[in-house]
């Protein structure tokens, strides 16, 4: 690329249904973005291993310039999917960081400590594993690719289990997941960084303080983000930190408060329900009324002003990243020549750190600081889940998948070096997916939805 200047089991109360919901539709989307994911791959690989290999290839490697007049971005159909589409996703990351520090998953140290502890464990164990292997060797630097765990793919395996997966293992799995997350943001901007350019990094900074001055003011409207946002990315695509930093940090400026509290919502709302059934005209029930548009029109601003747009942003973007942003990722990434050199290479000392740190480190990792954090009484172990099914969530957790693509990218030189780590990358997530999936799916099923 170049830059040109020219917990809880939430089945036995029914009151609790309408807090679940909304998680419940969560996992279910990204199950379905899972399997969309999935084909995405098999595509690559197929068309990467096809008669017409050479034109998969080309077609990445094609340039595409944006900008006007003296300022001009100029990169490859590869750099605009990891650099500049792949920031949405990390915007998105960075919004669900933010809800579940918030309100959510990791909201308070008892809920959080159980997730936060596993996620060290999945991180520190495969990291280090990898760094035995590969210590002095060319692909040292690769260390951070077997700490990451891929949401997407996880959530979609608990869902092929339908009703032996209790709600409150799904909650654990997706927290662990988040952690790790964040685990992965910290990696790649403090260790897998170019030299910096200080100015480029001043005038980002400045954009984000920006920002956070426009939050305080209780500026709320999406365009202006994405304005200073843009910015942003800009300032950080050139400053040395990798882009997709960008979008972690402006998510963490987005405002996350609502303008009327929930209780006044409800009473606003049945009053503007109450003025439009007044205004019906039992002779016309196929038009409304200039007094029913405007209570239509109230509702709608109250409904807006209910949801903050932290949870707005989340809501809109959330299908784009799943249903596009990572399926094309997986296309332009996932397609390795599986050639009998490639296939050999396996046994090289990439591709076997990148297996043991997914396959044993990551599953170890996990379920072994769990245990610890349950047994010394840091965190609990969650109501209605089993040690198996902690275990087996544990090997999901080696689905590395696309963040351990994104980061063989930044850490790896060498086309050789980064193939071998995309395919230990894929065999490992299909052997961490289907020895978690038997692990729960031997376990009992839910009986009246209680979750045990």
């Known amino acids: 690329m170049q830059f040109i200047r020219s917990f809880g089991s939430p089945s036995v109360e029914p009151r609790i249904d309408p807090m679940v919901r909304p998680f419940q539709r969560f996992t279910a989307q990204e199950a379905s973005a899972g399997i969309?994911?999935?084909?995405?791959?098999?595509?690559?690989?197929?068309?990467?291993?096809?008669?017409?290999?050479?034109?998969?290839?080309?077609?990445?490697?094609?340039?595409?310039?944006?900008?006007?007049?003296?300022?001009?971005?100029?990169?490859?159909?590869?750099?605009?999917?990891?650099?500049?589409?792949?920031?949405?996703?990390?915007?998105?990351?960075?919004?669900?960081?933010?809800?579940?520090?918030?309100?959510?998953?990791?909201?308070?140290?008892?809920?959080?400590?159980?997730?936060?502890?596993?996620?060290?464990?999945?991180?520190?164990?495969?990291?280090?594993?990898?760094?035995?292997?590969?210590?002095?060797?060319?692909?040292?630097?690769?260390?951070?690719?077997?700490?990451?765990?891929?949401?997407?793919?996880?959530?979609?395996?608990?869902?092929?289990?339908?009703?032996?997966?209790?709600?409150?293992?799904?909650?654990?799995?997706?927290?662990?997941?988040?952690?790790?997350?964040?685990?992965?943001?910290?990696?790649?901007?403090?260790?897998?960084?170019?030299e910096l350019v200080w100015a480029n990094l001043g005038v980002a900074v400045g954009f984000l303080a920006v920002l956070s001055a426009l939050n305080w003011l209780g500026v709320r409207h999406a365009v202006v983000y994405a304005v200073f946002g843009l910015g942003v990315w800009l300032a950080f695509l050139t400053s040395g930190i990798h882009a997709s930093i960008a979008g972690i940090l402006v998510a963490a400026t987005i405002p996350s408060s609502v303008r009327i509290d929930p209780r006044e919502f409800v009473d606003h709302g049945r009053a503007l329900l109450d003025r439009f059934e007044r205004s019906i005209d039992r002779g016309d029930t196929e038009h409304t009324t200039i007094a029913q548009r405007g209570a239509v029109e109230e509702l709608e601003q109250a409904c807006m002003d209910v949801e903050s747009p932290l949870q707005q942003l989340e809501h809109d973007l959330h299908s784009w990243v799943a249903f596009v942003v990572m399926p094309v990722f997986a296309l332009a990434n996932a397609g390795v020549t599986l050639d009998s050199g490639l296939l050999d290479a396996l046994s090289g000392r990439v591709a076997l750190g990148v297996l043991v740190g997914l396959v044993i480190g990551k599953q170890a990792g996990i379920f072994v600081f769990a245990w610890l954090a349950i047994r010394t009484g840091i965190a609990t172990k969650p109501l209605g889940v089993s040690w198996k099914q902690i275990y087996g969530a544990s090997w999901l957790g080696g689905i590395g998948f696309t963040m351990s693509i994104f980061i063989t990218g930044l850490a790896l030189d060498g086309e050789q070096l980064v193939a071998e780590s995309k395919l230990a990358i894929l065999i490992s997530s299909l052997i961490c997916g289907a020895v978690g999936w038997c692990i729960i799916r031997s376990g009992p099923r839910r009986t009246g939805g209680a979750g045990h």
Not at 78 to 90: E, P, R, S, T, Y
Not at 113 to 133: D, F, K, Q, R
Not at 147 to 165: E, K, P
């Open 36 to 194: 969309v994911l999935l084909a995405c791959t098999i595509v690559a690989l197929a068309w990467a291993n096809s008669p017409w290999s050479h034109s998969y290839h080309e077609l990445w490697e094609t340039h595409l310039k944006v900008g006007f007049a003296d300022y001009v971005l100029d990169g490859t159909l590869h750099f605009w999917i990891n650099d500049a589409l792949m920031a949405v996703f990390f915007f998105v990351v960075g919004l669900e960081i933010k809800r579940a520090v918030l309100v959510g998953e990791l909201a308070s140290p008892k809920r959080a400590a159980l997730p936060v502890v596993a996620a060290v464990g999945g991180m520190a164990i495969p990291a280090a594993l990898y760094t035995m292997l590969n210590a002095g060797q060319d692909g040292a630097q690769g260390w951070g690719i077997p700490m990451a765990t891929d949401i997407g793919f996880s959530l979609g395996v608990l869902a092929l289990l339908g009703s032996r997966v209790p709600i409150s293992l799904k909650v654990f799995l997706t927290a662990f997941a988040i952690a790790d997350d964040i685990g992965a943001v910290a990696v790649i901007a403090l260790f897998y960084t170019d």
